[in-house]
């Protein structure tokens, strides 16, 4: 997942909480393993090495799948699983190394999901287009994490990975406390909120960023010119039931730039911005 992972768990039987979070590292392991877009024995390794060649998937890629194609509708075509192939192009590692234009010119072609072919459960991706589903990933295992936990334990706990979490229950303190981290500040909490139950999730360039002659490019791409979001926040959090829904609502308010609160007020979610 790219980032520390956690289960905390309001337990006094160490022995359940070492089984619980055995349970928790072994679904996140099996989601890392198979929709890992860095390993040659993944679910998206099989189905870019069919190069165009339609491919059957199983049902939970193809429940994905049929998500990604909804977010891409609902968005106007903003989220797009097939804009991981701009990496390419763009490393947001902190640097000034921004990317020729003729560079990032010559990945369009392989980007939009209009170009593949989703007729569920079979898939049919053009030859040098990539799906990556980083932009759900994450959010994705910490929910089927919190259901696989949530069917052994009835006590008190909360799923984190990397800031994006979902908690059943408030604690005996009465709510988990939760910072949103300070861009520019590691761990350094610029807002502390209170929660529950439910999720949070967070989009933003805090660690991922490049920055040249003052002007700083977070690492949301707008698929249609393939060229960071401009005018969007630092950081965008948003409260849902689910964290694949507060992700997701993160995720394209950035996409919007400047209108990041206005979608957000429209969608009548609770959020939290840092400019």
């Known amino acids: 997942m790219a980032s520390p992972c956690e289960l905390l768990v309001e337990s006094d039987r160490p022995e359940e909480a070492r089984e619980l979070g055995a349970l928790a590292a072994a679904e996140c392991a099996r989601i890392e393993r198979k929709f890992s877009r860095y390993r040659d024995d993944s679910v998206l390794a099989a189905i870019h090495a069919a190069a165009g060649r339609p491919f059957e998937v199983d049902p939970e890629t193809a429940q994905l799948l049929d998500f990604a194609a909804e977010c891409h509708a609902l968005s106007g075509g903003l989220f797009d699983i097939t804009s991981g192939v701009l990496r390419r192009a763009w490393t947001f590692d902190g640097s000034a190394r921004v990317p020729d234009a003729a560079a990032v010119a010559a990945l369009l072609p392989l980007v939009g999901f209009h170009r593949l072919r989703w007729r569920n459960p079979v898939l049919e991706l ?24 949530a069917m052994r334990c009835r006590r008190p706990f909360l799923v984190n990975f990397g800031g994006d979490l979902r908690a059943n229950a408030a604690p005996k303190s009465g709510a988990w406390r939760v910072g949103i981290e300070r861009p520019g500040a590691e761990r350094v909490a610029s807002k502390l909120l209170e929660l529950e139950h439910g999720a949070l999730a967070t989009s933003g360039d805090t660690r991922r960023y490049l920055e040249k002659d003052g002007v700083r490019y977070g690492h949301i791409l707008d698929p249609r010119d393939g060229w960071p979001v401009r005018g969007a926040p630092q950081s965008v959090t948003v409260a849902a039931s689910s964290c694949t829904e507060a992700g997701l609502l993160a995720t394209l308010a950035l996409l919007q730039g400047p209108g990041a609160r206005a979608f957000l007020d429209a969608e009548g979610v609770r959020y939290w911005v840092i400019d």
Do not use: L, S
């Not at 053009?126 to 936990?149: C, H, N, T, W």
């Open 126 to 149: 053009p030859a040098g287009m990539e799906i990556d589903f980083g932009g759900i990933g994450k959010e994705y295992a910490v929910d089927r994490v919190y259901d696989a936990v």
